[in-house]
């Protein structure tokens, strides 16, 4: 149960786009299409922003969105705004029944 | 609305025992899986156990199979986490989080934090 990878950290200016990537293995994030990603203000519950790879739940903002390519999940914020400043996490449904997080990400907007 | 509360948190030392609760309301409980997950201080999250909405089916991290169980009551809209020979290492915020769809985590609960420490 090795964590997906995940860059430390990420950042971009106001109404810049960005992209995060989840790279894991063909038994997780390659091998189902059960990604979600996570947004995670400090001392807050986190908060679902993409579900099954590319899925945006109601409510989200249509800047959020997600793609999978092989063993690589990708979530992409456009118009960047200082709100999405926050921790990102993946996580993947995996072979085993279990399900495993990327280390996070720490979005900064400059 | 949906809501999750964990409660049960504290101190307790290495070795020790610890039981978590997560109270739900605002739908039916007994028709949903629930996860625990963690956050250890300074760290990412982590994916800790998963029960099946009957029950009938559980599964567990690598790094707490063995010592935590867990368990929910339908019959009170309670998910728990059974915490034995309790390590440094599982010092945590812990939440519960109701699955929703196939396979994600939504809503989450606040969290409990859970300290072991002599």
């Known amino acids: 149960q090795s964590a997906l990878t995940q860059p430390a950290s990420v950042s971009g200016s106001p109404g810049q786009s960005i992209t995060i990537s989840c790279t894991g293995t063909?038994?997780?994030?390659?091998?189902?299409?059960?990604v979600s990603w996570y947004q995670h203000h400090p001392g807050k519950a986190p908060k679902v922003m993409i579900y099954?790879?590319?899925k945006r739940p109601s409510g989200v903002s249509n800047r959020f969105s997600g793609s999978k390519s092989g063993n690589t999940a990708s979530l992409t914020i456009s118009g960047l705004q200082a709100e999405d400043e926050a921790d990102y996490y993946c996580?993947?449904?995996?072979?085993?029944?279990?399900?495993?997080f990327g280390g996070g990400t720490k979005l900064t907007v400059l | 609305q949906v809501q999750l509360v964990e409660s049960g948190g504290g101190v307790v030392q290495p070795g020790g025992s610890l039981r978590l609760s997560c109270a739900a309301s605002g739908f039916t409980f007994k028709n949903y899986g629930m996860h625990w997950v963690r956050q250890a201080p300074g760290k990412g999250l982590e994916w800790v156990a998963f029960?099946?909405?009957?029950?009938?089916?559980?599964s567990y991290a690598d790094s707490v199979k063995g010592r935590f169980s867990i368990s929910r009551d339908n019959s009170k809209n309670s998910l728990y986490l059974q915490m034995n020979s309790l390590r440094v290492v599982d010092t945590a915020v812990y939440h519960c989080a109701k699955v929703s769809g196939l396979n994600w985590f939504d809503p989450w609960g606040q969290g409990t934090l859970v300290t072991v420490s002599s």
């Open positions: 029960i099946r909405y009957d029950g009938s089916n559980k």
């Open positions: 099954d790879v590319s």
């Open positions: 063909s038994s997780d994030v390659g091998g189902y299409n059960f």
């Open positions: 996580i993947s449904y995996t072979s085993s029944i279990t399900w495993v």
